[in-house]
């Protein structure tokens, strides 16, 4: 069993920064994918950003790629994601995820989930 959750969201004006982190509990973190999902009111969520156990080959949307940096620290069962050059289509509520195998885009196949944190990007 693995809880999730996220911290950092808030409120910045484009072209800012913020950095989400992800705490989890369970001593299993470190054998888990981790990846970032983000979701805005009557759109499916989208994949943002995922890491893998090991943390190489992180893997981003196009959307991202470029301004955002995920991170893991298996030291301290944390995720992190650098969102740098914020846009205002970057608004939406961001939920870490995590599952035991190799790492994958979508949602369906993360069985764990923090409650998400919002970030708003004004223009």
């Known amino acids: 069993q693995v809880q999730l959750v996220e911290s950092g969201g808030g409120l910045v004006q484009a072209g800012g920064s913020l950095r989400l982190s992800c705490a989890a509990s369970?001593?299993?973190?470190?054998?888990?994918?981790m990846a970032w999902f983000r979701q805005t009111p009557g759109r499916e969520r989208e994949f943002v950003a995922g890491l893998s156990w090991s943390g190489a080959n992180p893997e981003y949307s196009d959307s991202v790629k470029g301004r955002f940096t995920i991170s893991r620290d298996n030291a301290k069962n944390t995720e992190f994601l650098q969102m740098n050059s914020l846009k205002p289509e970057d608004t939406a509520v961001y939920s870490c995820?995590?599952?035991?195998?190799?790492?994958?885009?979508?949602?369906?196949?993360?069985?764990?989930w923090g409650q998400g944190t919002q970030v708003t990007v004004s223009a």
């Open positions: 995820a995590a599952q035991r195998n190799p790492l994958i885009t979508e949602p369906q196949g993360y069985c764990y």
């Open positions: 369970g001593r299993a973190f470190r054998s888990y994918s």
